[in-house]
């Protein structure tokens, strides 16, 4: 029950109005005062004759000129209106009080972080933002306005957090507390003082809950701050140079370049000017540095090593032994500092037994080394990356988020990726500008026909016998049903009945829209 209370400003007249609810033995649970002359009250309901007869007695209050029930507190609308606006934000919104703790969050803002309200109200801010101390910018005398970038979830972001004053009574600004506001950095529109390069990618960037990407990454992270060669194999598309890039950053060489040279179909001749540069010509010209000097100081990292000619590895092996080399066309020999990190998706041992490449250069590459998984064997990464990526087109595009169906998610889990990241992240482009509704389905992707049943990885066979088998079956099912569109279809190309089919797609999920 709220009343809106109109009257004259006399002093105790508010005290006569409280002494009426003491008397009557009802609960005040909160009350405004109005500068033009209203009183809210917010107190409990009670029974109409009640109700009646309170109505009444606060009328026979001197200077009471109505009274009336209204609906809401006008502090009450107007923490509502401003929480339908917050929720209206695509932008993740905090609300910080003045002991560092989170008061409030905005819908983007759980979505983003994966929490609940009831989770994350109350936690510390450095919880949730580790690389800002609220508490020291919360003590200065006069907080102001701080811009800076942070990542979040893999996304880059532009992070403002804006000080909140309220005026005392000698009508000076006093700090009640602070709002955090993250803009989302698209590639297409960032200004050049806050676009991050993509050397500038970390660990913090690389996304999964997987326990073979945790282990990766804590594996990384140690190889990181060595300074001996590293060696990084997998497949095609796993995020070798993201994990290079992510090293780097993390050593101590990352202010310093890290430059980058494709092994990859190159002649030999551009291929070793490229890495060791070019003397001055005869004539005058200008010696031309090559990445190994470029990077004094800093890493170079040798994309797809596997492909570099012989004649190359000859040169790379005598840069290995001493860390000097000689530009082409010159006899001088340089010595620079680099560190060289590696990635190929062949098997290198395998190379060496061929003879295509040479057994000492790949024991001087090979001191470190990581392994990426396939993307087939982080099941549990799919989704996380799906959403990561989605998010970021929707940026670039300047469209919303869509929502992944349960069906999509799980067609995309149980998919085999023979392309790995790489391959998730283009299909999922593709769909991004095809797509106009709010709720991305299995339509909407298209994904090549493979049989998805050669691949078994060790997260797949968690739980008992049954649920494994169940697991199998819809990943089957729902690789099949891209192709046979029907439960007649699909009957009849397993060769079972219409009606097994039927339930068994109901059972998944199958089929729904």
């Known amino acids: 029950m709220r009343l809106k209370v109109c009257c004259e400003d006399r002093i105790g007249l508010t005290r006569e109005l409280l002494d009426i609810l003491v008397r009557r033995e009802i609960d005040l649970r909160g009350i405004e005062i109005d500068q033009v002359g209203i009183i809210y009250l917010n107190c409990p309901e009670i029974e109409f004759e009640a109700f009646s007869q309170l109505m009444s007695e606060i009328r026979l209050i001197s200077g009471v000129t109505d009274v009336r029930k209204i609906q809401f507190l006008p502090a009450e609308r107007e923490h509502r209106e401003l929480r339908a606006l917050l929720e209206s934000l695509t932008d993740p919104v905090f609300s910080i009080n003045l002991d560092g703790y989170i008061d409030m969050a905005n819908k983007a803002a759980l979505d983003l972080i994966s929490s609940s309200e009831h989770q994350l109200v109350g936690e510390h801010a450095n919880s949730v933002f580790p690389d800002f101390q609220f508490s020291h910018w919360l003590e200065k005398e006069e907080a102001s306005q701080s811009c800076r970038m942070v990542v979040m979830a893999g996304l880059d972001f532009l992070m403002e957090v804006m000080p909140v004053h309220i005026n005392d009574e000698s009508d000076q600004p006093v700090l009640v507390s602070a709002v955090v506001q993250l803009k989302q950095v698209a590639m297409n529109n960032t200004p050049q003082t806050v676009f991050r390069t993509p050397s500038d990618h970390g660990f913090e960037h690389l996304v999964g809950q997987s326990n073979k990407f945790k282990q ?10 060595l300074d001996a060669p590293l060696l990084i194999q997998g497949e095609t598309g796993t995020g070798k140079e993201m994990i290079a890039r992510a090293c780097h950053r993390h050593s101590l060489r ?14 030999d001749n551009a291929a070793e000017t490229e890495l060791f540069g070019m003397a001055a010509a005869e004539n005058g010209g200008i010696a031309k540095k090559g990445i190994l000097e470029q990077a004094d100081g800093g890493t170079v990292f ?25 530009r082409v066309g010159e006899e001088r020999e340089m010595h620079v500092d680099v560190r060289v990190i590696c990635s190929t998706q062949k098997n290198l041992p395998e190379l060496v037994a061929a003879q295509q490449f040479r057994e000492d250069l790949f024991y001087r590459l090979n001191v470190l080394s990581l392994t ?8 549990a990464d799919v989704m996380p990356l799906a ?76 739980g008992s016998l049954d649920e494994i088998m169940k697991r199998y079956e819809s990943g089957i099912l729902n690789n099949l049903y891209r192709s046979y569109p029907s439960t007649r279809k699909l009957a009849k190309r397993l060769d079972v009945s219409h009606t097994a089919i039927a339930n068994k797609l109901r059972d998944y999920g199958i089929g729904k829209k």
């Open 254 to 267: 990352a202010d310093k370049p890290f430059l980058l040279v494709n092994c990859v179909s190159m002649p």
């Open 387 to 462: 959403e990561l990526f989605i998010k970021q087109f929707a940026a670039d595009l300047g469209q919303s988020k869509p929502r992944i169906d349960n069906a999509l998610a799980d067609y995309l889990t149980h998919y085999a990726w023979p392309g790995n990241i790489r391959q998730l992240r283009n299909i999922l482009l593709h769909a991004m500008t095809q797509i106009d509704a709010e709720v991305m389905t299995i339509d909407d992707v298209q994904l090549p026909e493979i049989e998805n049943t050669q691949f078994i990885s060790e997260e797949s066979l968690d």
């Open 302 to 326: 040798l994309y797809e090593v596997g492909e570099m000619s012989r004649h190359l590895q000859v040169k790379l092996l005598r840069f290995m032994q001493d860390g000097t080399f000689r």
């Open 372 to 379: 990426v998984p396939p993307l087939r064997e982080r099941t």
């Open 216 to 225: 990766l990454i804590s594996q990384a992270k140690k190889l990181a701050m």
